[in-house]
């Protein structure tokens, strides 16, 4: 009797295993692959090898980061403003950084102990949201702009310092300033009207100037539109507005620009607001309004979710031929 009944629990067992759901690892590990050289011993650099790096790792892949002389013997390199975002948008948190070396004679990679890679948070941040109002819009400009609310105070609340602006444009552009009172620019926000005509690009490059001007750790500019520009005065495209967004400033702090796109009229160009998210941003595309609050959401824990990294090594002069090739091994955690 007792083992008829070990043999009927041991099948219901297995029966509840194979039904019940994967349990998905919150901690992972995500590799990025950079080359270094310092050619004069006073002058480092990295470059990075995005084809090998994981894609959860959000930054500017094509830029080249410099560094400074650590006296007496030591330099450092600054790699700033990078994320890790899965496919769903999701957010990790920095545990540890485990660097390597590549070792050409063994074909193999030595852990490294001596040069390391520190991360920091990015504690100051510069927030502005770029809001289409246009006529596209129809009925859901006002659910819009409860969301776009929802989305500036979780911006006060994720983020220790931060000054939040908004652009709103159709066919006119209007501008709340970059502010730590969230009383100011939510009243903006709600007072927001709709309008005929589209000025995106020009709205934009308002938003790219506010940031250019500010001194924070990071810069975020955040673009909701359909992608559709048929207003801005003459000077203002795509083109232009890229061209902002990969101009350093003297802070040599980037912009990463994200952008939502929610089709309006029946119009919404992929194309334009995916090129528009760059410097480490990147854009989502929700299938309709209803599915708006979620993205916005998802960019509410995504954006202010930002390091710093820096790499010490000694003053080596290493030529960028021969330039040393290196793994970073970073554990996060599922934000």
């Known amino acids: 009797k007792h083992s008829y009944l070990l043999v009927v629990l041991s099948i219901l067992l297995c029966c509840c295993k194979k039904d019940s759901p994967p349990v998905e690892a919150t901690t992972k590990e995500f590799s990025i692959y950079v080359d270094y050289w310092n050619s004069d011993g006073e002058s480092p650099e990295i470059s990075f090898d995005p084809s090998n790096s994981d894609s959860e790792i959000k930054i500017d892949f094509e830029e080249t980061f410099g560094g400074e002389v650590i006296p007496p013997n030591l330099v450092d390199v600054i790699i700033d403003n990078l994320r890790i975002i899965d496919e769903l948008n999701r957010n990790y948190e920095i545990d540890s950084i485990n660097a390597y070396e590549y070792q050409e004679g063994y074909n193999t990679w030595r852990e490294d102990v001596e040069f390391t890679m520190d991360y920091s948070s990015v504690e100051s941040m510069d927030v502005v949201l770029v809001l289409d109002a246009s006529d596209s819009l129809g009925d859901d400009l006002e659910t819009v702009k409860t969301y776009a609310v929802n989305f500036i105070e979780k911006m006060y609340t994720e983020i220790p310092s931060v000054n939040v602006g908004v652009i709103s444009f159709t066919d006119s552009i209007n501008t709340s300033p970059l502010t730590q009172d969230s009383t100011e620019v939510i009243a903006f926000v709600e007072n927001i009207e709709q309008g005929q005509y589209s000025r995106l690009y020009e709205a934009a490059s308002v938003g790219v100037e506010l940031l250019q001007a500010s001194d924070s750790e990071g810069k975020a500019l955040l673009i909701f539109s359909d992608g559709v520009d048929n207003f801005?005065?003459?000077?203002?495209?795509?083109?232009?507005?890229?061209?902002?967004?990969?101009?350093?400033?003297?802070?040599?702090?980037?912009?990463?620009?994200?952008?939502?796109?929610?089709?309006?009229?029946?119009?919404?160009?992929?194309?334009?607001?995916?090129?528009?998210?760059?410097?480490?941003?990147?854009?989502?595309?929700?299938?309709?309004?209803?599915?708006?609050?979620?993205?916005?959401?998802?960019?509410?824990?995504?954006?202010?979710?930002?390091?710093?990294?820096?790499?010490?090594?000694?003053?080596?002069i290493v030529s960028q031929d021969a330039a040393i090739r290196l793994k970073f091994v970073i554990t996060g955690t599922l934000k």
């Open 232 to 316: 801005s005065s003459q000077g203002y495209t795509q083109a232009s507005l890229l061209q902002e967004l990969n101009t350093s400033t003297d802070d040599l702090v980037k912009i990463n620009s994200f952008t939502i796109g929610l089709e309006g009229e029946g119009i919404k160009d992929n194309t334009v607001l995916t090129n528009m998210a760059t410097n480490g941003g990147f854009a989502a595309f929700p299938e309709s309004v209803d599915e708006l609050d979620t993205v916005f959401e998802a960019f509410s824990r995504s954006i202010p979710n930002v390091y710093n990294l820096t790499y010490t090594r000694n003053k080596q």
